[in-house]
T-cell receptor, first 114, second 113 residues
Framework: AQSVAQPEDQVNVAEGNPLTVKCTYS??????LFWYVQYPNRGLQFLLK??????LVKGSYGFEAEFNKSQTSFHLKKPSALVSDSALYFC????????????FGSGTQLTVLP | DADVTQTPRNRITKTGKRIMLECSQTKGHDRMYWYRQDPGLGLRLIYYSFDVKDINKGEISDGYSVSRQAQAKFSLSLESAIPNQTALYFC????????????FGEGSRLTVL
């Protein structure tokens, strides 16, 4: 089984402040974890992924995420938010070695205020 | 040109009509997917295909069918559209690996009246 939860529908942050978008997962096995971003009227774009190795993963546009196995979390972070980071963010998970495809979270709308 | 192209981008139709959404890709990927996006529900997988002769149901395949006409083409059909199929539909592709990221089209917004 696999599922992912994004507990916040909306996150607001001031420009220049650090941002965090939360994601927790539940899998029976080792997880592959992904973050995607969706800008208005566009398809989803890949940001970063955790497959194995270093728990801190760096991705596009200055984003990073930390895999925490004990807390089953994969929070997305950025040290200094930009107004252009405002978008809908999706966390996704699949189980290593499973035929089951990616399961997406419900999404978190990030708004960066100028 | 976009790597993953969906047509039409917007469609309004009536209950009971047959609708086809088309997807073509130039990425050379073997794997193609159809997802549906609803507000507050994220993306849910409808069907996926790992090659021309391989079609698999996703979590919400009822009321939908697909055709993989070629490596680069994957179409989604609603045989008899109903209002609760009103949604944003995405086609996606990925490389032949379970760790590969998905590449999405721009989406097809379908409204069923």
């Amino acid at each position: 089984a696999q599922s992912v939860a994004q507990p916040e529908d909306q996150v607001n942050v001031a420009e220049g402040n650090p941002l965090t978008v939360k994601c927790t997962y539940s899998v029976s096995g080792n997880p592959y974890l992904f973050w995607y971003v969706q800008y208005p009227n566009r398809g989803l774009q890949f940001l970063l992924k955790y497959i194995t190795g270093d728990n801190l993963v760096k991705g596009s546009y200055g984003f990073e995420a930390e895999f925490n196995k004990s807390q089953t979390s994969f929070h997305l972070k950025k040290p200094s938010a930009l107004v252009s980071d405002s978008a809908l963010y999706f966390c996704a998970v699949r189980v290593s070695g499973s035929a089951r495809q990616l399961t997406f979270g419900s999404g978190t709308q990030l708004t960066v205020l100028p | 040109d976009a790597d993953v192209t969906q047509t039409p981008r917007n469609r309004i139709t009536k209950t009971g009509k047959r609708i086809m959404l088309e997807c073509s890709q130039t990425k050379g990927h073997d794997r193609m997917y159809w997802y549906r996006q609803d507000p507050g529900l994220g993306l849910r997988l409808i069907y996926y295909s790992f090659d021309v002769k391989d079609i698999n149901k996703g979590e919400i395949s009822d009321g939908y069918s697909v055709s993989r006409q070629a490596q680069a083409k994957f179409s989604l059909s609603l045989e008899s559209a109903i209002p609760n199929q009103t949604a944003l539909y995405f086609c996606a592709t990925s490389a032949l690996t379970n760790t590969g990221e998905l590449f999405f089209g721009e989406g097809s917004r379908l409204t069923v009246l």
